[in-house]
C-alpha cells in the first residue's frame, strides 16, 4: 500500500470516528492533496483490499475491522496530554488511597467518565503469582486456620473445623509436605493431575490430612480466579453502536466474558476488536487494555471497552498516563494490608 493510501484511510477513520457517517471524498480533500477523482479511486482500491466497504450505492465510505486493525497498529499517532489534562486526571485519580483496589477502582471510574465508554480492571494474580507460603494453625479444639501468602502479596486466611483433632506429628508432617510441594509453585501449575499425585504422595497420612489439603487447594483456586471488575455500564447501553440485546447478554456475564478476551495482555498496551476473538457477544467492538505495576511486577491490566468507532488518538494516552501513574504510586506506598480472618466455618 503507497502513502497516498494510507493518508486517504487515516483520514476515512478520522472522519467516521468523529461523524459516525460514511465519508465521502470531498471530506477526504481536507486531509489529502489530491483531486474528487484520484480520491475516489484510491478510496474503491481500499474497497477492493478490504480497508473499507460501501453501506450503500450512492453513500460514501466506512473502515472494515481491517482497516481499523491497520489504523490502529500501523497508523495512529496519539495526541499528547497537555499539562491542564494531566492536572485533570491526577485529580480524578486522587492523590491518596487506603489501598490498591481504592486506586485501581478510581482511576476505572474516571476513564469511564471521560471516555464515556466502559472501563475494566483485571487483576494479573492468576497468571504470575506462586506460592510463598501456607501454613496450618490450630486455634482451638478442633479449630484450624490455614494461612497462605502468594508472590504478588496477596495474604488468605481461612478458618475451618475438623471432625478429630490433630497431633503435633501429623501437623509437622503437614506443614512440612506443604512446603516441599507447594513453596514456589505458580498458581497456575496446580491442575487436577498435579494435585492427585500430591494427594497419593501423603501415603499413610492420607486419609487423615487430605481433608486439610482439599481445604488449602480450594484457596489456591479462589486466588486464581481471576478478579474482573466492569464500570460504565450504562455507556454500552446508550451506544449506538451496539446491539442492545447483545449489550444486556454481556452484562449478565460480564466478568467471564471479558476475562476470556484480555486473557493475553498483560505484557504491553494492546486493542484488539470482537472480530478477533470467538465468542465475545458484543460485536463491532473494541477493547483497549494496557498493564500497570507494582515495584516492577505485573498487577493488573485497566482498559476501555466501546465500539471500534473510538477516538483511539485521544483514549490511548488517558489509558496510558492512569497506568503510569498507577505503577508509580503503587511502587512508591505499599498498600498491601492483610486479610481478615474468614470465622466461617464449614459445616459438615
Known amino acids: 500500500m503507497d502513502d497516498r493510501k494510507l493518508k486517504i484511510l487515516t483520514a476515512v477513520v478520522d472522519e467516521y470516528i468523529v461523524t459516525g457517517e460514511p465519508v465521502g471524498s470531498k471530506a477526504i480533500m481536507k486531509h ?23 453501506p450503500h450505492t450512492s453513500a460514501g465510505r466506512v473502515p472494515t475491522y481491517n482497516g481499523y486493525r491497520l489504523y490502529v497498529d500501523m497508523l495512529t499517532e496519539s495526541d499528547p ?30 476513564l469511564a467518565q471521560l471516555t464515556k465508554c466502559a472501563s475494566v480492571v483485571a487483576d494479573s494474580t492468576p497468571k504470575f503469582s506462586m506460592i510463598s507460603k501456607v501454613e496450618v494453625i ?31 506429628e501429623q501437623l509437622e508432617f503437614f506443614n512440612n509436605f506443604i512446603k516441599e510441594n507447594l513453596d514456589g509453585i505458580p498458581l497456575s501449575a496446580l491442575s487436577d493431575e498435579y ?42 447501553l446508550t451506544c449506538k453502536d451496539f446491539n442492545q440485546s447483545e449489550i444486556i447478554s454481556f452484562l449478565d456475564d460480564d466478568t467471564q466474558q471479558i476475562s476470556k478476551f484480555i486473557d493475553e495482555t498483560f505484557s504491553d498496551l494492546h486493542v484488539m476488536f470482537s472480530d478477533e476473538k470467538d465468542g465475545f457477544v458484543i460485536h463491532n467492538s473494541s477493547v483497549i487494555t494496557a498493564p500497570y505495576k507494582k515495584n516492577g511486577e505485573n498487577a493488573g491490566s485497566l482498559g476501555l471497552i466501546g465500539p471500534m468507532r473510538l477516538d483511539y488518538k485521544k483514549f490511548i494516552p488517558y489509558l496510558e498516563y492512569f497506568t503510569d ?24
Do not use: C, W
Request: proline letters at 2%; aromatic letters at 4%.
Open 138 to 168: 490450630p486455634t482451638g479444639k478442633r479449630m484450624y486456620v490455614i494461612l497462605m501468602v502468594t508472590s504478588s502479596g496477596t495474604i488468605k486466611n481461612k478458618a475451618f473445623r475438623l471432625e478429630f483433632d490433630l497431633d503435633n
Open 325 to 348: 501513574r498507577i505503577s508509580q504510586m503503587l511502587t512508591e506506598h505499599d498498600t498491601t494490608l492483610p486479610a481478615e480472618i474468614d470465622q466461617t466455618e464449614d459445616n459438615e
Open 81 to 110: 496530554l497537555s499539562a491542564d489534562e494531566k492536572k485533570q486526571l491526577d485529580e480524578m485519580l486522587g492523590s491518596s488511597f487506603i489501598s490498591e483496589d481504592d486506586l485501581v477502582q478510581n482511576a476505572s471510574l474516571a
Open 195 to 236: 494435585v492427585d499425585n500430591l494427594v497419593a504422595a501423603m501415603g499413610a497420612y492420607m486419609m487423615t490430612l487430605s481433608p486439610i489439603f482439599s481445604e488449602v487447594i480450594k484457596m489456591t483456586r479462589e486466588i486464581r480466579s481471576q478478579d474482573v471488575k466492569v464500570k460504565g455500564h450504562k455507556n454500552l
Open 32 to 54: 489529502v492533496k489530491a483531486s474528487s477523482a484520484t480520491i475516489r479511486n484510491e478510496m474503491a482500491e481500499l474497497e477492493k483490499q478490504g480497508y473499507l466497504e460501501q
